[in-house]
T-cell receptor, first 112, second 113 residues
Framework: DTEVTQTPKHLVMGMTNKKSLKCEQHMGHRAMYWYKQKAKKPPELMFV???????INESVPSRFSPECPNSSLLNLHLHALQPEDSALYLC???????????FGQGTRLTVV | GENVEQHPSTLSVQEGDSAVIKCTYSDSASNYFPWYKQELGKRPQLIIDIRSNVGEKKDQRIAVTLNKTAKHFSLHITETQPEDSAVYFCAASSYNQGGKLIFGQGTELSVKP
């Protein structure tokens, strides 16, 4: 398996909902990332996990809560989001945190 | 922190022509420079990358050059085809930044048949 898989592909949630985004890879990569991408803009880094430990948090609001249950899985828990949080959320992984990063297909999130 | 500037923001070429996209970076500690291609509604795909210990790298119709002194790197696509049409992002990172990629603003390439 040479892919990063994200679920769901699309998500519509209300501002009071709680939802989770999931990311999975079976390439033995030990670094995993969450990026946020708005239309016609580059991806913006949110979090980095290296060897299942949170190594970078780019001052992301607490309504976004990452979790790395094991070396293959990465979750992003969402709570009380705002409409401006609507975006494409991309997961990526790399062998180590300074190696080539490969992206999942993303979750298109709409907050209503 | 690192800042990456990318030019041009849009580029239109005729099929068969070459396309060049340029990026400059600010942090002299940056040592890894990947290029991603993103088609509409799809994920960014790594197409080529270069590390600071080499000046040029080629893969078929795609090449990347790096000038460490001037802190700029470029993507060259030869014999462009309509399927090369996409948004291209350059990025930079350094080994001590924990995998943090800083992206350029992107170049929308359109290859006209």
């Amino acid at each position: 398996d040479t892919e990063v898989t994200q679920t769901p592909k699309h998500l519509v949630m209300g501002m009071t909902n709680k939802k989770s985004l999931k990311c999975e890879q079976h390439m033995g990569h030990r670094a995993m990332y969450w990026y946020k991408q708005k239309a016609k803009k580059p991806p913006e880094l949110m979090f980095v996990y290296s060897y299942e430990k949170l190594s970078i948090n780019e001052s992301v609001p607490s309504r976004f809560s990452p979790e790395c249950p094991n070396s293959s899985l990465l979750n992003l828990h969402l709570h009380a989001l705002q409409p401006e949080d609507s975006a494409l959320y991309l997961c990526a992984s790399s062998l180590r945190d300074s190696d080539e990063a490969f992206f999942g297909q993303g979750t298109r999130l709409t907050v209503v | 922190g690192e800042n990456v500037e990318q030019h041009p923001s849009t580029l239109s070429v005729q099929e068969g022509d070459s396309a060049v996209i340029k990026c400059t970076y600010s942090d002299s500690a940056s040592n890894y420079f990947p290029w991603y291609k993103q088609e509409l509604g799809k994920r960014p795909q790594l197409i080529i990358d270069i590390r600071s210990n080499v000046g040029e790298k080629k893969d078929q119709r795609i090449a990347v050059t790096l000038n460490k002194t001037a802190k700029h790197f470029s993507l060259h696509i030869t014999e462009t085809q309509p399927e090369d049409s996409a948004v291209y992002f350059c990025a930079a990172s350094s080994y001590n930044q924990g995998g943090k990629l800083i992206f350029g603003q992107g170049t929308e390439l359109s290859v006209k048949p």
